[in-house]
């Protein structure tokens, strides 16, 4: 699997894992000093991942999808990583900014509509609510632009396969929920299920665009398994 790079490149790929690594290291140290053996764990970890970003972007990129139906708090592992995602991405030239000169309307809207909230926090009632739902939108057209600049032919395959298995696993555990396996875990309340999310409201949407992109695969392949998946996801 292979991700869109630019041809250009800002800093080469050793300079760029470096300063992460070095980065995380001088931040950690003065995080868990005292304790060898969660310090050694964590570094290690960090130092895979530092790697995974520099070398294997696209991987990370995939896992990234496949988490995003993990969300039981926040931040979730998919919003920490995609934070490290975009910054490398800037960084190494994985994102493709040409393409925002063909976008003018699709670009200026997300952002006037970020303005408006930002001056209606002005008159909100409750302050803190009004922030936090708004830096959630910021969040999501910030993830939205980065699906943008990100997706090409060369990877669109591998980005629709894992958002429909991350789906896919979630409509498995929310059946599970369903048929009282772990319901504390994996249902809301007597009826609803949520799976891995937080809520019931979030775990129903999540589905739907998997669900269409079955149904399409359908047609064109005559797939019963995909149509298995399709109908168990529609149940739910």
Same mark, same amino acid.
């Given at each position: ?18 300063? =992460?690594?070095?980065? *995380? $290291? ?11 053996? @969660? /310090? %050694? #764990?964590?570094l290690t970890g960090v130092c895979v991942f530092g790697a995974l970003l520099v070398f294997r972007y696209h991987w990370v990129a995939i896992l990234n999808i496949l988490l995003l139906s993990m969300v039981r708090f ?56 009004? =922030?936090?739902?708004? *830096? $959630? ?11 943008? @600049? /990100? %997706? #090409? ?84």
């Open positions: 699997m292979k991700g869109c790079i630019d041809e250009t490149k800002i800093f080469g790929k050793k300079i760029i894992v470096m300063c =992460i690594v070095a980065a *995380l $290291i001088a931040g950690l140290s003065t995080i868990l000093r005292g304790d060898g053996f @969660l /310090y %050694i #764990s964590i926040e931040p979730a592992p998919s919003d920490l990583i995609f934070i490290f995602l975009l910054l490398t991405g800037v960084i190494a030239g994985h994102l493709r900014f040409h393409r925002m000169s063909h976008t003018t309307p699709m670009i200026l809207f997300p952002i006037l509509y970020i303005l408006i909230g930002t001056l209606q926090l002005f008159i909100a009632h409750e302050k803190m609510a009004g =922030i936090r739902y708004h *830096l $959630i939108t910021i969040y999501l057209i910030a993830y939205s632009y980065y699906l943008l @600049l /990100y %997706i #090409s032919w060369n990877n669109i395959k591998d980005i629709i396969r894992a958002y429909v298995v991350s789906s896919t696993v979630s409509a498995l555990l929310g059946l599970m929920g369903h048929i009282g396996l772990l319901p504390s875990i994996l249902m809301y309340d007597r009826y609803r299920v949520m799976a891995l999310f937080k809520d019931p409201n979030v775990f129903g949407p999540f589905l739907v665009p998997a669900v269409i992109l079955l149904i399409e695969d359908v047609w064109r392949k005559k797939s019963f398994v995909v149509l298995f998946g399709s109908i168990l996801s529609l149940q739910l």
